[in-house]
């Protein structure tokens, strides 16, 4: 019988497989809701900051049938804060975030230090990695990366830092490699630490808020150069992308990723028919997950497989309030896909 993670590293190297699988990643697209803390009895936030509880409640999701993976962190600040912005661990109710950037233009990221991937936040998750690698086998695991875009407008003042990628731009060019290669080095930590996947999300990197010709020139150049990284480590890659798409379909088609993942405002069908040969990942409401029914939920999850899904999943992440029983109807809905 076809394991999890045998399913999904199948359906990202483009075979058939029986089903779709049933994720959600981590990072930008946390699944650790206030009911599965509750359960389990691990919480947020010292889990961001503790690799057993880390991995503890990473392994919950799995255990009450959530998801088919485990994925750590449960944020997109790890990158941030190890270049030195500042951030709040939140809550059990509200997930880390930034609050005071490291610099304020991208004339001053050469004060900026490398990110110590043996301390803090880095290390944690590296260690939660780890240990779900040495305690477990037939569920995928997926470490989560910030996209270059989002890791920049969350290091410098985001108002300057987009405005200068307009009139600085060859030193926007130099700050936005020096992110690149931080978050690389990040990445290809986490799959040696263990990661069979990288899920990246840059949700400040849409084409609504660069346009086409900076998405292509900033979002998809350095994109890339992770995806690349990564495939070159051994492991497979899903990038997220926010906002709409029909501006920037040509230009997504050229990021190398082994599926592409989208919000719920894009049509699953729209996607496959501009993405020939991609893993198409999405994109069951976060909305109804944590405010409608299960019925409602399963509708989804169903509408989601007959517009052609590879990897079925919550548009992005799930709301600290969803019931548990809501986000296990996706799960429970996409076993019933089975050939």
């Known amino acids: 019988m076809i394991t999890a993670n045998e399913r999904l590293i199948k359906i990202l190297s483009g075979k058939k497989v029986d ?19 509750d359960v389990c ?4 936030p010292e889990a961001h900051t503790d690799a057993r509880m880390m991995a503890d409640l990473a392994k919950a999701i799995v255990d009450e049938k959530c998801f088919e993976n485990y994925g750590v962190p449960f944020c997109m600040t790890v990158e941030a804060e190890g270049l030195g912005a500042a951030c709040t661990m939140g809550t059990q109710f509200f997930e880390p975030h930034v609050t005071g950037y490291a610099i304020d233009t991208v004339e001053d990221y050469g004060k900026l230090t490398p990110m110590d991937l043996e301390s803090g936040r880095a290390k944690v998750t590296l260690d939660a990695i780890r240990i779900l690698k040495a305690e477990t086998s037939d569920y995928p695991i997926i470490g989560n990366v910030v996209g270059p ?9 985001p108002t300057r830092y987009y405005k200068q990628l307009r009139q600085k731009r060859e030193l926007a060019h130099e700050y936005m490699q020096f992110v690149t290669d931080e ?21 400040s990197g849409t084409g609504e808020i660069l346009g086409p010709k900076f998405f292509d020139e900033y979002a998809v150049t350095y994109i890339n150069q992770v995806v690349d990284a990564v495939r070159a480590a051994g492991a497979k890659i899903i990038v997220h992308i926010c906002g709409q798409m029909k501006s920037v379909y040509d230009k997504v088609a050229k990021i190398n990723s082994d599926a592409f993942s989208f919000d719920a405002v894009v049509s699953l069908r729209e996607a496959r028919n501009n993405l020939p040969g991609k893993a198409i990942m999405g994109n069951v409401s976060t909305f109804a997950i944590e405010m409608q029914d299960e019925s409602t939920v399963e509708k989804l999850t169903r509408a989601c497989y007959s517009n052609g899904s590879d990897i079925i999943s919550p548009a992005c992440g799930l709301g600290m309030g969803s019931e548990l029983r809501n986000v296990q109807a996706v799960l429970r809905t996409v076993e019933t896909f089975a050939e």
């Open 183 to 203: 978050i690389i080095r990040f990445a290809v930590a986490e799959v040696e630490a263990g990661a069979d996947v990288i899920a990246l999300s840059d949700p």
């Open 19 to 37: 089903r779709p699988a049933c994720i959600c990643p981590g990072g930008m697209m946390n699944m650790v809701t206030k009911s599965l803390q």
């Open 41 to 44: 009895g691990v919480y947020l």
């Open 149 to 157: 875009v989002s890791v920049a407008s969350s290091v410098c003042e």
